[in-house]
């Protein structure tokens, strides 16, 4: 039997339940704009848990990690990937290369194979979030397949971005987060990686007229 | 002498590295002001010239009686990994073969490069010195990871060397084909340096030294550096860039690369063979001698049908090379069983002859230079009669020439007698068979050195002989004054060696101290050499040469004095033809053709013959490689079948390439799973 869990265990399994539940809104939302909004959710998410975890273990280092949570995912990063949308002017995204009913069966696939992945690992671990490490793995194997799955070069980077936040949550659940050296990198390497996506943005629609990754067929050799 | 002693107790090795340091420092001196010849070759060539005498003297150094190998550890490299260096005797005696013929082939390229070929003048020299610095690196390397490194830089240095005139498709190809096996002949390198260690992971020399082997490790480690450094030396069949790459390079390049760069590959072989895995059983040697006696005939009967003049000296390079590695699993072989005097004798006649053709190959290479830069003209179909208009050239080459027919007094007998002396004392290994086989070499020797005579007589008397066979060579002009003193400091190496050959012996010796315990008997005097015992055998350069020269001087004085005394010039004798055109001479092809039809199915020959009534007869012949069409071509089509089945993998969209590194990841979660 699985001992009684105490509040703020219950609180955050709650939180990761939410996470998990943000990435599959994603994997079927089919509108940019409504993408963006769904990753500052779990942007926002992300930043309670990370607070209830500093404030439960008196890790100082994880209040840091929460602030700059907030700033650079709830606020930051979808901030410039609206601006880059509305310069872009991508309102919709087409359907995606497979049905949206069918994406969720594997997704839903995907979990139970994360889930069976993290039992023995965090069997091992001892902090309290060691649970949600399965549903950590899970945010972060959806977010690839959204990546697989899409054909606009936006919805590309927003499923990378979620894929990090799905890394961030594992490295939290699991270890009480990385060194603030190694996080503060990580989020200096988003923004600039946001950067450098925007800037292809712009070049791969001048040489193509389109967004659609379908254009970059062309560039292969025979 | 004191000054000498304390040179050797602390300061050889940092000499020597200042030294290399400052060829580096000239390369990139010559990027300062790159298209600007009055500076680079003048100024620059001749200082980097200075320093490969000092390298060779401090080669000298170490190669005197009593010199400790000294080590040392650089402040360059990975992390926990620095740099090793050693100065020994066997890299000190690379050393002074690097820096000798260096020296001379510096000395020429400061007057043979000019402005507009190609690569401007300042990248050259860069390229140029990185390549003398990487080779001196490669010997004084005391880790795997410098022996990599330098070994590399090397290649690319070279590579860029050879593509100086980038822009002509053979030379694209050439150079192409010459990193590529460059690249197999190093990842073999690789391969073998990760089974010396022997499971210590540890890369210094030393730990390897020490590292116990189990024999088939060690077999296969034996295995991967023959192939490694055999295809940088040009073994056969592993052979087939070398006639492509090195008259491709400018002819100081294709000095360097014939003279010095497969010299480096026989230091790699002798240090990994004999100083890391204390030579081995008997049968790495056999195989040794085996493949170099074939490279050597494969060489010789090659270099007699070549028609362009480098390529010629290249296949005469690798049947030296061939000479150079048989000697090498002679002494192999007779280390095996225990035989230290005869395997000292051996591998003096290696060591020997890899000088020697440092300084003889040099010369000629640089020589075809200087033709080339004064005729335009590479095939010796067009040459003829060059000893009128560029006595000076003419004379310095012949020296070149006959010491590569092994002709006395000069150096090329000398290596060549005592590499068949070796021969000749090899019934006495007790092992059947073996003492029955290896004294046959003897005679592929034999052979090899008269077919080398018989291209000599081909490449000296079709270029400078006769009569000129195109009307433009009457303007041809002789070389300038630095070209003259690099091919004479060659020219003067090949008597010196020639005529004192105990001198060259003893620097030898102090490298088969090292290697093998033992050295050959020392002579009488610098002159006379007796290498086993003075009963058996001995040479005297010197005699040899007052004999020479007096036989001449007798033959001149009684010409001169006793007949009729005056000196002639008429046309010769004609058979009654009313004319003689200098077209009627005795032709590249048809000297060779003896040599084509002797050997027939070593070459793969297309022949095209006019029929006997046509209007403009045209008679073309093209021989090739056999090993080219029947190992190369059918492996480069497998390559190219693999290369497109894998070539499916690669669809264009960006949704299946996610989904491989999505389905890698997965397989690679259940591995871990």
């Known amino acids: ?222 | 002498m004191h000054g000498v002693s304390a040179l050797t107790t602390t300061t050889a090795l940092t000499a020597v590295l200042v030294l290399v340091a400052s060829w580096l420092l000239i390369g990139a001196l010559g990027l300062v002001q790159s298209n600007r010849i009055g500076w680079v070759a003048r100024t620059l060539f001749p200082l980097g010239a200075l320093i490969a005498l000092g390298v060779a003297g401090l080669g000298v150094v170490s190669l005197t009686t009593g010199f400790a190998a000294q080590t040392g550890v650089l402040a360059f490299g990975l992390p926990d990994m620095p740099f090793h260096v050693r100065l020994d005797a066997l890299s000190g005696f690379f050393l002074l073969l690097l820096g000798s013929a260096g020296a001379g082939i510096s000395i020429f390229a400061a007057g043979y490069f000019r402005e507009g070929e190609g690569t401007a003048p300042g990248l050259l020299c860069l390229q140029y010195h990185v390549f003398l610095a990487s080779m001196a690196l490669v010997v004084l390397a005391d880790d795997a990871y410098l022996f990599m490194v330098a070994w590399e830089t090397m290649a690319l240095s070279s590579y860029f060397l050879v593509t100086t005139q980038h822009r002509i498709p053979e030379i694209q190809r050439a150079g192409f084909l010459y990193l590529l096996m460059a690249h197999v002949g190093a990842l073999a390198l690789l391969l073998c340096f990760g089974v010396l260690h022997g499971g210590s992971w540890l890369m210094t020399f030393d730990s390897m030294r020490a590292a116990t082997l189990s024999p088939a490790w060690a077999a296969a480690a034996f295995l991967l550096a023959l192939f490694g450094f055999g295809a940088k030396a040009g073994l056969v069949p592993l052979h087939v860039w070398l006639p492509e790459a090195h008259p491709a390079a400018p002819s100081p390049v294709s000095a360097m690369m014939s003279g010095l760069m497969l010299k480096v590959a026989v230091y790699g072989m002798l240090r990994i063979s004999f100083d890391l895995l204390h030579a081995g059983p008997w049968w790495w040697g056999m195989l040794t001698l085996a493949v170099g006696l074939g490279t050597a005939l494969f060489g010789a009967v090659f270099a007699a049908v070549q028609t362009d003049m480098k390529r010629l000296l290249a296949y005469s390079s690798i049947e030296n090379i061939g000479l150079i590695f048989a000697a090498l699993g002679l002494a192999l072989l007779c280390y095996a069983f225990d035989m230290r005097l005869l395997a000292a004798l051996a591998l003096a006649a290696a060591l020997l002859h890899a000088l020697n053709h440092a300084l003889f190959k040099s010369l000629l290479f640089l020589a075809t230079g200087s033709v080339l830069h004064a005729t335009h003209e590479r095939s010796l179909g067009k040459l003829g009669g060059l000893i009128r208009r560029m006595p000076w050239v003419a004379t310095l080459a012949l020296v070149g020439t006959l010491s590569l027919a092994g002709l006395p007094p000069l150096n090329g007998f000398v290596s060549e007698w005592l590499l068949l002396q070796a021969f000749l004392s090899t019934p006495s290994i007790p092992h059947a068979f073996t003492n029955m086989i290896v004294p046959l070499g003897a005679a592929v020797v034999a052979l090899t050195a008269a077919l080398a005579g018989y291209v000599m007589v081909k490449f000296y008397g079709v270029i400078f002989l006769g009569q000129p066979r195109e009307p433009s060579l009457m303007q041809a002009h002789d070389a300038g004054w630095l070209e003259r003193v690099g091919l004479a400091w060659l020219a003067l190496g090949c008597i010196l060696i020639g005529v004192f050959p105990q001198a060259a012996l003893d620097a030898i010796a102090g490298v088969t101290q090292t290697l093998l315990g033992t050295t050959i008997q020392r002579g009488p005097t610098p002159w006379w050499i007796a290498p086993v015992a003075q009963a058996q055998a001995s040479y005297n350069g010197l005699w040899l040469l007052l004999g020479m020269a007096g036989v001449i001087a007798m033959m001149f004085v009684l010409v001169r004095r006793m007949y009729h005394g005056r000196v002639r010039r008429v046309p010769p004798w004609n058979c009654g033809y009313p004319e003689l055109t200098p077209r009627m001479q005795d032709t590249a092809e048809g000297f060779g053709q003896p040599i084509r039809h002797m050997f027939g199915p070593f070459f793969r020959i297309e022949r095209e013959v006019p029929s006997p009534d046509d209007q403009a007869p045209r008679y073309r012949i093209q021989i090739d490689d056999r090993f080219w069409h029947g190992l190369y071509l059918p492996l480069a089509r497998i390559v190219g079948w693999l290369a497109d089945a894998l070539s499916m993998l690669q669809r264009g969209r960006l949704a299946i390439y996610l989904l491989y590194s999505f389905l890698t990841l997965i397989v690679l979660l259940v591995f871990v799973l």
Do not use: C
């Not at chain 1, 809104?25 to 409504?34: E, G, I, P, V």
């Not at chain 1, 936006?154 to 936040?165: C, D, K, Y």
């Open chain 1, 1 to 222: 039997m699985m001992p009684p869990l105490n509040l703020v265990t219950q609180l955050l399994h709650v939180l990761a339940a939410g996470l998990l539940m943000i990435s599959f809104s994603m994997l079927a939302q089919r509108r940019t704009r409504r993408l963006i909004v769904l990753l500052a959710w779990q942007g926002v998410v992300l930043t309670a848990s990370t607070l209830l975890v500093a404030v439960t273990a008196h890790l100082q280092h994880l209040y840091y990690s929460a602030a700059l949570t907030l700033i650079e995912k709830v606020w930051l990063m979808p901030w410039i990937l609206l601006r880059l949308m509305r310069r872009l002017g991508i309102e919709s995204d087409s359907d995606p290369l497979v049905n949206i009913p069918t994406l969720m069966l594997v997704g839903l696939g995907l979990v139970i194979f994360a889930f069976g992945l993290a039992q023995p690992i965090s069997s091992l671990a001892t902090t309290v979030t060691r649970q949600t490490l399965g549903i950590a793995m899970a945010v972060i194997l959806l977010a690839f397949l959204m990546m697989i799955a899409r054909h606009k070069a936006v919805t590309q980077v927003i499923g990378f971005l979620a894929m990090e936040n799905g890394l961030f949550f594992a490295a939290t659940s699991t270890t009480y987060g990385m060194p603030m050296v190694v996080e503060l990198g990580i989020a200096l390497d988003l923004l600039v990686g946001v950067f450098i996506f925007g800037i292809f943005f712009f070049q791969i629609r001048e040489q193509f007229d389109s967004l659609d990754l379908h254009q970059l067929e062309a560039l292969k050799e025979d």
